[in-house]
């Protein structure tokens, strides 16, 4: 089941395209549906709730025609990006940074993972003063290619917290079998 993603994804995404070339986000948008084009193409909301199969497919077509052979690296990249654009000095989640303290991000994005998606939820665990594990469970059908996105998210947004040396790993996964996607984060 897909449900329901806020704009503030899908204009992340496409600062990301746009960010890659006039020539290569042009090659991207004319591969997409003309439903879909219309979509992105036209004014996105922050608030505003988009169909998730829209930001799916603009993710797969970005994928599909700019990975370079690194399809796993461009989704980390995406995620990084991500948290730039809504963390970074005028995002729209910039109020749930607090300068050298990753744990309040964390602690906060279960509230923001629902504030995003119409479907599923996130879990947030500190398992010490420099670690957390941030689960996510019941959400639209897993892949790998959100889970990549969701690991350079939560780097991305530990170092602009204030964290260095900052490792994400993902240790369980719905893909696999898993109850969740489990995402353990360590800094210094």
């Not at 329901?4 to 600062?15: F, H, S, Y």
């Not at 998730?52 to 497919?57: I, K, M, N, T």
């Not at 639209?140 to 170092?159: K, M, P």
């Amino acid at each position: 089941m897909i449900g329901k993603v806020k704009g503030t994804l899908l204009i992340a995404r496409m600062k990301y395209l746009r960010a890659q070339g006039t020539e290569s986000a042009d090659r991207v948008l004319r591969r997409l549906s003309e439903e879909d084009q219309r979509v992105v193409g036209g004014m996105l909301l922050p608030s505003t709730w988009y169909p998730a199969g829209v930001l799916l497919r603009l993710e797969t077509t970005i994928a599909a025609l700019l990975a370079r052979g690194d399809r796993h690296q461009l989704f980390r990249d995406m995620g990084r990006f991500s948290a730039e654009t809504n963390l970074g000095p005028t995002g729209v989640q910039r109020p749930y940074l607090r300068e050298g303290d990753p744990q309040f991000l964390l602690r906060h994005v279960p509230r923001m993972y629902s504030a995003q998606h119409s479907a599923g939820r996130r879990e947030y665990q500190q398992t010490g003063e420099r670690s957390a594990v941030l689960r996510t469970l019941e959400a639209e059908e897993a892949s790998v290619d959100d889970c990549l996105t969701t690991v350079g998210w939560l780097e991305r947004a530990v170092e602009l917290s204030g964290g260095r040396s900052v490792r994400v790993v993902e240790r369980q996964c719905r893909v696999n079998g898993g109850t969740s996607c489990d995402y353990h984060c360590e800094w210094q």
